[in-house]
């Protein structure tokens, strides 16, 4: 049973810095591509946002323009795990973070596209 789980979220002040974790077991994600999406509160899954990706290759596509330069994903195959270091943190960022996996392998930021989703781990980001 293929499993992701997140973890390094948390409460910081603005300006300050995260890094978040998942995880994966069950089977080798390797050729896996990993992403990362955000559901800010009071919206509903379907309204969740493209964060970030990287696809087996190394290949990475950063979502909002509101991120890039501030979050970067990276992932340790050796360790099957994926990471989003997020700096610069800002009171908008406040969501919770999900890490997807996709089969495929490539780089995309269809949710739909990914076969294997975390539970969450909680960003939030007071001003």
């Known amino acids: 049973q293929a499993q992701l789980v997140e973890s390094g979220g948390g409460l910081v002040q603005a300006g300050g810095s995260l890094r978040l974790s998942c995880a994966a077991s069950?089977?080798?994600?390797?050729?896996?591509?990993m992403g990362w999406f955000r559901q800010a509160p009071g919206t509903e899954e379907k309204e969740r946002e493209f964060?970030?990706?990287?696809?087996?290759?190394?290949?990475?596509?950063y979502g909002a323009d509101s991120v890039k330069g501030r979050f970067t994903i990276s992932r340790d195959n050796a360790k099957n795990t994926v990471y989003l270091q997020m700096d610069s943190l800002k009171p908008e960022d406040t969501a919770v973070y999900y890490c997807?996996?996709?089969?495929?392998?490539?780089?995309?930021?269809?949710?739909?596209?990914?076969?294997?989703w975390g539970q969450g781990t909680q960003v939030t980001v007071s001003s």
């Open positions: 069950g089977r080798t994600f390797r050729y896996y591509s």
């Open positions: 964060v970030a990706t990287i696809a087996w290759d190394g290949g990475i596509i």
């Open positions: 997807a996996a996709g089969v495929s392998g490539w780089a995309t930021s269809t949710p739909a596209r990914y076969n294997y």
